[in-house]
């Protein structure tokens, strides 16, 4: 496939949102809650974690895995 622009690469599948995309979308669809997501070199247990108000938290190995967990709990916007 031909990069919609010189020098830049297509990172995902056409149509696949990336992990960005997705952490994006789901902080917005969630404002109200106060959706915190850190990366695992600045978490205090070195993995993917998400906290929330109301005292709403998540762990996970992978970004991933942490969106899709995140996501299933908190349930649609």
Same mark, same amino acid.
């Given at each position: 496939? +031909?990069?919609?622009?010189?020098?830049? /690469?297509? &990172? !995902? #599948?056409?149509? /696949?949102?990336?992990? @960005?995309?997705?952490?994006?979308? &789901?902080?917005? $669809?969630? $404002? @109200? /809650?106060? &959706?915190?997501?850190?990366?695992?070199?600045?978490?205090?247990?070195?993995?993917?974690? #998400? !906290?929330? !108000?109301?005292?709403?938290? #998540?762990?996970?190995? !992978? +970004?991933? +895995?942490?969106? +899709?967990?995140? $996501?299933?709990?908190?349930?649609?916007?």
């Amino acid at each position: 496939m +031909e990069p919609s622009s010189p020098g830049v /690469r297509q &990172l !995902t #599948a056409p149509g /696949r949102p990336t992990s @960005a995309a997705r952490r994006i979308a &789901l902080v917005a $669809a969630h $404002a @109200a /809650r106060v &959706l915190k997501i850190t990366h695992p070199y600045v978490s205090d247990s070195g993995r993917w974690e #998400a !906290t929330w !108000t109301g005292g709403g938290s #998540a762990v996970a190995d !992978t +970004e991933g +895995e942490l969106l +899709e967990d995140v $996501a299933a709990r908190l349930g649609p916007a």
